[in-house]
């Protein structure tokens, strides 16, 4: 049989009282088979002995039972949620094929006067401008079919203008036309084209 143990300290002149809490339960607490210091808190977490207070939003390095390194990151609403090493959001590393079609495959938001610019994207590699008012969008990852569904969004200079994805690949939005009217193309400051399917 164990033993449970209490010893002073004798360079300590306080009196540490184990207190009863007001319960009419028997309830027993277990204590880990390690060595270590129990840390108290003052109730917010910023008061943790042997730790310093970790701001909202930013992490603690652990290491799990199976050996990987992980991070406990605070996530602003008083809850916390363990997060891979590197920073790396493993979310949807375990998404179903079913599940993969749910997800945008490729996005981009570009400016297409002038030079044309990517502003923000993902899994795209590059844009082109093959011709005024005229764009192609490439893929860094090809998706798993040339049949995926797409929505454009431009800026509309004009009533009568209108804009559409006229051809998709598996490695390429092909072709993306801005018209000014019916057959007169326009380029335009604004082209957003997403991209879901396999």
């Given amino acids: 049989m164990s033993k449970l143990k209490v010893s002073g300290n004798a360079s300590g002149t306080g009196v540490i009282t184990l207190e009863a809490p007001n319960t009419n339960t028997d309830r027993a607490i277990t204590l880990p088979d390690s060595a270590g210091t129990l840390l108290m808190t003052d109730g917010d977490g910023s ?21 990987a390194t992980k991070f406990l990151r605070e996530d ?25 079609n749910k997800v945008c495959q490729a996005w981009v938001n570009f400016n297409g006067t002038g030079t044309v610019a990517i502003r923000d994207s993902y899994n795209v590699s590059s844009i082109t401008d ?8 490439n893929f860094t990852t090809s998706l798993g079919s040339s049949s995926p569904a797409t929505s454009l969004v431009t800026n509309w200079p004009n009533w009568d203008s209108v804009s559409a994805i006229n051809g998709i690949s598996a490695s ?8 000014k009217t019916a057959g007169t193309y326009q380029d335009r400051s604004l082209v957003v084209a997403i991209v879901f399917g396999d």
């Fill in 47 to 67: 008061g943790l002995s042997g730790l310093s207070h970790t701001p909202e939003g930013t992490a603690v390095l652990s290491t799990g039972e199976t050996g």
């Fill in 76 to 100: 602003g609403d008083g809850t916390c949620s363990w997060q891979a090493a590197g920073g790396a959001d493993t979310s949807l590393s375990n998404l179903t094929a079913t599940g993969e």
């Fill in 130 to 137: 093959t011709a005024v008012g005229q764009y192609a969008v």
């Fill in 172 to 179: 390429a939005i092909t072709a993306i036309h801005t018209y």
